[in-house]
């Protein structure tokens, strides 16, 4: 389907030739049928330009998407961006990633303070089961041209190290046993390196291959509201405000939606997109 070789410019700047097969990898993974995924390559192909940005290739298939299938296939297509739309704070995001942990049997706490050896912490996220108690540090990023380098790996593993090197007798969680550095975007190329090295566990969007971030979130079918095409921008962040950051359990906050604006004839239609999003899961290989 590739017809020439187009070099396209990543949200990171860098030059690369354009994937026709990534593409459609991606709007099937999304779960578009195989006659729109040719259908919407084939239109990206014909209007492809040598610096052309990725974002700008994006819009256009999700805007494609949207015409030919059904509201979930392109707000599960978005997912990545959805969860850009968590910002600027972060803290959304701190939430939505409790909910993902939580989904896979774990019991979770934010913002849990820790004595080290030589000094106290403050741990992101605390998940823990009857086989393990995982430490958090979660670093968001509103662009996905940022990337998680090797500098903020190598005070987290130094956190890490000082509050392992304390025993802690917790009323509410075990021991660690673990931590994780995760991101919404990606790793340096350093930092990955340093964390194998130093058994420092990296979570982040595409990273590691399998069990990545959105492996998890497909997975678990724990989906952002900000991945809703049937909200307006105003309305993700009018519910962002009131701490609703999943869409599950929307169909139960009728009055938040009504509260914030959305019109009475349209809150059917954001509850049926948000039913049918989160009854897509994937499972994990």
């Known amino acids: 389907?590739?017809?020439?070789?187009?070099?396209?410019?990543?949200?990171?700047?860098?030059?690369?030739?354009?994937?026709?097969?990534?593409?459609?990898?991606?709007?099937?993974?999304?779960?578009?049928?195989?006659?729109?995924?040719?259908?919407?390559?084939?239109?990206?192909?014909?209007?492809?330009?040598?610096?052309?940005?990725?974002?700008h290739i994006y819009r256009h298939a999700f805007s494609l998407l949207r015409k030919i299938e059904q509201r979930p296939v392109?707000?599960?297509?978005?997912?990545?961006?959805?969860?850009?739309?968590?910002?600027?704070t972060g803290f959304p995001f701190e939430g939505y990633v409790a909910e993902v942990y939580r989904h896979m049997g774990y019991q979770v706490?934010?913002?849990?303070?820790?004595?080290?050896?030589?000094?106290?912490?403050?741990?992101?996220?605390?998940?823990?089961?009857?086989?393990?108690?995982?430490?958090?540090?979660?670093?968001?990023?509103?662009?996905?041209?940022i990337k998680t380098d090797l500098k903020t790996a190598l005070y987290v593993r130094e956190r890490f190290d000082d509050i392992?090197?304390?025993?802690?007798?917790?009323?509410?969680?075990?021991n660690i046993s673990r931590g994780i550095l995760i991101t919404n975007t990606k790793f340096t190329r350093s930092a990955i390196e340093y964390g194998k090295c130093a058994q420092l566990?990296?979570?982040?969007?595409?990273?590691?291959?399998?069990?990545?971030?959105?492996?998890?979130?497909?997975?678990?079918?724990?989906?952002?509201?900000?991945?809703?095409?049937?909200?307006?921008?105003?309305?993700?962040?009018?519910?962002?405000s009131q701490k609703i950051v999943m869409c599950?359990?929307?169909?139960?906050r009728n009055q938040v939606l009504e509260e914030i604006g959305v019109a009475p004839e349209k809150i059917a239609t954001v509850i049926e997109e948000s039913q049918a999003l989160c009854s897509f899961s994937d499972k994990l290989e």
């Not at 593409?23 to 195989?34: F, M, V, Y």
């Not at 303070?113 to 009857?130: F, Q, R, S, T």
């Not at 392992?164 to 075990?174: A, E, G, V």
């Open 109 to 145: 706490e934010n913002g849990v303070m820790i004595e080290g050896k030589c000094a106290e912490h403050e741990v992101d996220l605390i998940a823990y089961n009857e086989t393990e108690c995982i430490a958090a540090e979660l670093k968001f990023h509103n662009s996905p041209g």
């Open 201 to 240: 566990e990296l979570l982040g969007w595409n990273y590691p291959k399998k069990n990545n971030l959105e492996d998890m979130i497909r997975k678990t079918g724990i989906y952002p509201i900000t991945a809703l095409t049937t909200l307006t921008q105003r309305e993700k962040i009018a519910l962002l």
């Open 74 to 88: 392109a707000a599960r297509y978005s997912m990545r961006r959805a969860v850009f739309g968590l910002g600027p």
């Open 164 to 174: 392992q090197k304390k025993p802690h007798h917790h009323n509410d969680f075990p």
């Open 248 to 252: 599950n359990g929307l169909a139960e």
């Open 1 to 55: 389907m590739q017809r020439r070789e187009v070099n396209v410019i990543k949200a990171s700047g860098e030059s690369e030739p354009f994937n026709a097969d990534k593409l459609k990898r991606s709007l099937r993974r999304a779960g578009a049928t195989s006659e729109a995924c040719n259908s919407i390559v084939e239109h990206v192909l014909e209007e492809l330009q040598p610096g052309m940005s990725t974002t």
